[in-house]
């Protein structure tokens, strides 16, 4: 597989081409935005790791064209950290983001799990799950609700596929966050959180579907709840 890394600092960049090659990647780096865009659009990658802080056009920026022509799965890598930066970029379509400094072993299993949710179907995969209006087919893109197409990442398929395989049962964050990410929902990682505001704001009127069970986790119903945020 190819992966791009788009950040500024050419010493991170070669670190992680290294290191990702010995994993059985291909990989390829930009230092700026325009570049890297440019470059998406040219050639074929699996996989987009994204730097914020970027000459020229930000990391947002790219993120946002990206959006307008490819699903390509994105990992923002940045020291930009604030619950507002987060907020963004998965609001414009990111499908992880991991904080500078980090460990190369989590980065490296970060794409891992990126990789595996965006996987086509296997042949034996199911052919479609459905509760009520919600109807998706694991392994794709391909989300409804009343008929109409969500258009979710990777990551957020991947949140409501689990909320499906269990609809009417409590899924806890730690049983999402293992999922996704093969590890505990830490106190201070709002990205399940995130996944799920994003999937409710899609779903429109059916944002009730998906309810919040305090200190444990989401609950899909068939029934939307008239009180929900």
Not at 27 to 43: K, L, T, W
Not at 104 to 109: C, D, I, K, T
């Amino acid at each position: 597989m190819r992966l791009l890394v788009v950040d500024d600092d050419p010493e991170l960049c070669s670190m992680l081409r290294d290191y990702l090659q010995e994993s059985g990647f291909t990989v390829d780096f930009e230092v700026d935005g325009a570049r890297g865009i440019s470059r998406m659009h040219s050639e074929f990658y699996s996989l987009l790791i994204l730097d914020v802080m970027l000459p020229g056009q930000n990391g947002f920026d790219v993120l946002r064209q990206l959006r307008r022509q490819s699903r390509v799965p994105v990992m923002m890598l940045t020291a930009k950290t604030g619950r507002f930066d987060r907020v963004m970029g998965f609001d414009l379509g990111a499908d992880d983001y991991l904080a500078k400094p980090f460990y190369p072993e989590e980065l490296l299993a970060r794409v891992r799990a990126i990789l595996r949710r965006s996987a086509p179907a296997s042949a034996g995969s199911p052919k479609v799950l459905q509760a009520g209006d919600v109807t998706l087919w694991p392994g794709t893109r391909n989300a409804f609700y009343r008929g109409r197409q969500l258009d979710l990442t990777a990551m957020e398929c991947e949140v409501l596929e689990q909320l499906l395989r269990s609809s009417g049962q409590v899924v806890s964050r730690d049983q999402l966050s293992l999922h996704l990410y093969n590890r505990p929902a830490s106190a201070f990682d709002r990205s399940i959180d995130t996944h799920i505001s994003r999937i409710r704001r899609k779903m429109g009127e059916g944002r009730g579907l998906i309810l919040s069970v305090r200190g444990t986790g989401y609950q899909l119903c068939y029934q939307a709840s008239k009180v929900q945020t």
